[in-house]
């Protein structure tokens, strides 16, 4: 299995506070993305990294910022969290032209979140 | 972007062999097909990618008509270790951040 670890596995908190989440990797993969998964949604990508300092929107980037200081992390931070953030989130790498079609992603453990 | 749609859920039994089909009307022409499998708390997983015809790894085959504008994953001989939901994606190299998931086909195998 690709060396993905996400961090805290499980949060509970409070609407309206700060939480951050955290996604480690061991495979030099210069891609990395934040999901988010919820019933009936499948899932949707929120925002995406293409190296250090470089980061992307995606389909449901309203309320998350990210930060890449490093190759290995990817920060995901929900500055004031609501309740409609309750989810499992899932960090995931690739690394564009090793497979040699379209870019296949690894994934991490996932991370389960509620907003109270 | 390429929109995939495949069917919600399906039953089968062990030993079966199990197809599923996604429909990709719009496919370009560099996009290639990919399928992933997840299972419950665990994130995705690839299981095999293909762009025309016929591609067969240890775990399923993938088979692409001509037209390209729809795909069948196939299962040999499920086991209830094969109940999982399953992903067809369709994109293009270095294109990971446009691909859409989709809500999958969620398969359940009894015995």
């Known amino acids: 299995d690709a060396g993905i670890t996400q961090s805290p596995r499980h949060k509970v908190t409070e609407t309206g506070t700060p939480v951050t989440l955290r996604c480690h990797q061991t495979e030099n993969h210069r891609y990395m993305y934040w999901y988010r998964q919820d019933p009936g949604h499948g899932l949707r990508l929120i925002h995406y990294s293409y190296g250090v300092k470089d980061t992307d929107k995606g389909e449901v980037s309203d309320g998350y910022s990210v930060s890449r200081s490093k190759t290995e992390d990817f920060l995901l931070t929900l500055e004031s969290a609501t309740s409609s953030q309750t989810s499992v989130y899932f960090c995931?790498?690739?690394?564009?032209?090793?497979?040699?079609?379209?870019?296949?992603?690894?994934f991490g453990p996932g991370t389960r979140l509620t907003v109270l | 972007l390429a929109k995939t749609t495949q069917p919600i859920s399906m039953d089968s039994y062990e030993g079966q062999e199990v197809n599923i089909t996604c429909s990709h009307n719009n496919i370009a022409t560099n996009d290639y097909i990919t399928w992933y499998q997840q299972f419950p708390s665990q994130g995705p997983r690839f299981i095999i990618q293909?762009?025309?015809t016929k591609v067969t790894n240890e775990v399923a085959s993938l088979f692409i008509p001509a037209d390209r504008k729809s795909s069948t994953l196939s299962l040999p001989r499920v086991s209830l270790s094969d109940t999982a939901v399953y992903y067809c994606l369709v994109g293009e190299n270095s294109s990971a951040s446009k691909i859409i998931f989709g809500s999958g086909t969620r398969l359940s195998i009894r015995p």
């Open positions: 293909g762009y025309k």
């Open positions: 995931a790498i690739s690394e564009p032209g090793t497979s040699g079609g379209a870019d296949t992603q690894y």
